[in-house]
């Protein structure tokens, strides 16, 4: 997680950035009263990742409503945040087959009763973002 903190967003691993994008956008369309899914379909679709994108605001819904503390997103910064870089790590985890740390960290993020649909809603979307080539990854430049 720490690597991550105050990279710039264009050092990531693509599936990193795409990541990044999406939950960058989601919390912007939130906080406009916008359609999330309506605005990411687009770019969900030209990644080939539309499928992705129901979990994905599935993930980003549970995190919005259950969390514990507020999940502080900077949509115009062009550094990773904190609280992104918890999130980037916890779908690294979940390709990397580490589930129960993600488990851990999900517990201190959303309330008991969200672990579990967060958790699925977040393991799908990795999985699908591996299939389409864009898996969260360590792969960062320096």
């Avoid at 994108?53 to 904190?82: E, Y």
Wanted: proline share 5%.
């Amino acid at each position: 997680m720490y690597d991550l903190i105050d990279r710039p967003v264009s050092v990531l691993s693509p599936g990193d950035r795409f990541l990044i994008d999406a939950i960058r956008l989601w919390v912007a369309a939130r906080s406009a009263c916008q359609c999330p899914s309506a605005l990411l379909a687009a770019r969900f679709a030209q990644s080939g990742a539309l499928d992705a994108l129901g979990d994905f605001d599935g993930w980003m819904t549970q995190l919005s409503t259950h969390a514990r503390v507020p999940i502080q997103i900077n949509c115009k910064c062009g550094l990773v945040t904190d609280d992104e870089s918890v999130l980037l790590t916890l779908a690294r985890d979940l390709v990397t087959g580490r589930d129960a740390k993600a488990r851990t960290t999900l517990s201190l993020l959303v309330a008991e009763e969200a672990i579990a649909p967060t958790f699925c809603a977040l393991a799908r979307t990795a999985a699908m973002l591996g299939q389409v080539g864009l898996p969260p990854g360590t792969n960062v430049r320096t």
